[in-house]
């Protein structure tokens, strides 16, 4: 069973990254305009999406969830800071940053993804494994 719903959130993460491959490349043909109208777009679905991660979080009953639920709180807090760091609070501050330091910080974000891309297959993974233990002890 856990491989089922790991396969079903592994697709939902292979149109996601097919999106955001698909995004970058076409921000690079945008105006400004357009470009800005897509970004207000994606900003409001980062945060709708982050909510409702925030929100199916906070209703878990499970102790490993809320302890999940309190990291994710905190890392978002630290993310946000640095944001407000490098960007400030308006549009102005974020076009006064260069274009090379967001490419750079961009560029580290996708990094960390990546990483933790690595460490959800590694729990899965283990996940896995401990499910077919546990069927392999009761079929005994």
């Known amino acids: 069973m856990a491989h089922e719903i790991l396969s ?22 945008e105006d400004p305009d357009s470009l800005e109208e897509e970004i207000r777009r994606l ?8 909510t409702a991660l925030q929100d199916n979080i906070k209703r878990s009953r499970s102790s490993t969830m ?18 407000e760091k490098i960007y400030g609070t308006d549009r102005q501050n974020t076009m006064e940053t260069s274009a090379e330091q967001q490419i750079l910080l961009a560029e580290y974000i996708l990094d960390f993804a990546l990483q933790t891309v690595q460490e959800a297959l590694l729990i899965s ?14 079929n005994g």
């Open 43 to 50: 900003e409001k679905e980062t945060f709708v999406s982050r």
């Open 66 to 83: 809320k302890a999940v639920s309190s990291a994710y709180e905190e890392i978002s807090k630290i993310t946000g800071e640095v944001r």
């Open 8 to 29: 079903v959130k592994l697709c939902e993460l292979d149109k996601r990254i097919s999106r955001l491959k698909g995004n970058i490349q076409l921000s690079e043909m």
């Open 125 to 138: 993974m283990k996940a896995i494994w401990l499910q077919r233990k546990q069927e392999e002890k009761e």
